[in-house]
């Protein structure tokens, strides 16, 4: 495994403090099952921010804020997600060495859209390697429990994922942690959100994801 993947694994995973007491069992809860399995929108979501501390620090889930990093440090997150942030590791509409994917509308012999922007299908691998490291960060034998800014970054991350192959069930589209988008009130805003870490926009980081070592796909 090249030192370059171990590093950047490393680097994009900002890990959430998680409170030394829980008051509850995490486990009591069973996770509410998904109406279309494959949906990805947070509005078809049964775990949101309403409902979302009652479904934290389990065992069998992976949480995960798609947020660009400064986001997360300047806005606060939620307790016990990674930041593993979308447009700048992951993927982008623009084909760039620092995602592992692109994605785009793909269209038929007469220009029609067959499949839509961000849709599962839409993605193209940058390196040889993009699945292999993809796999290494999302857990394909646990649930995962996305945010995002407002839950775009978290439904094209579904998307990507379904697409190689990972179980749609398993992936839930908590919303927004930071910006509200119509009925939908962000987790930050939320008056009873108990885990919330607040930010410090004290400070900005500046970093740049480097895949410098992958080989490129022809």
Known sequence: MPKILLMSLISFLLIGCTPSIIDDDPMKNP???KTS???????????NVSNLDDYLFRE??????????NQWLEEGHVAGFVNIPFYQAIANIKKSTDV???FDRIRDASGSVTVSLGEPGS????YN????????????NKNIIFLSTAG?????LIALLIQVGYDGSKLYNAGPFSNSVGSNIAYRDYKDAKYLVEGNNAYTLDYKINYGELTPKK
């Open 31 to 33: 996770l509410p099952e």
């Open 123 to 126: 993605f193209t691998e940058n």
């Open 152 to 156: 775009v970054e978290a439904s094209y």
């Open 129 to 140: 390697e993009s699945l292999f490291i993809l796999n290494a960060i999302f857990p394909k």
């Open 37 to 47: 399995e494959n949906s990805t929108l947070m509005s078809e979501s049964p775990i």
């Open 100 to 102: 592992l994917y692109s």
């Open 60 to 69: 069998d889930t992976y949480y995960v804020d798609t947020r660009e990093i």
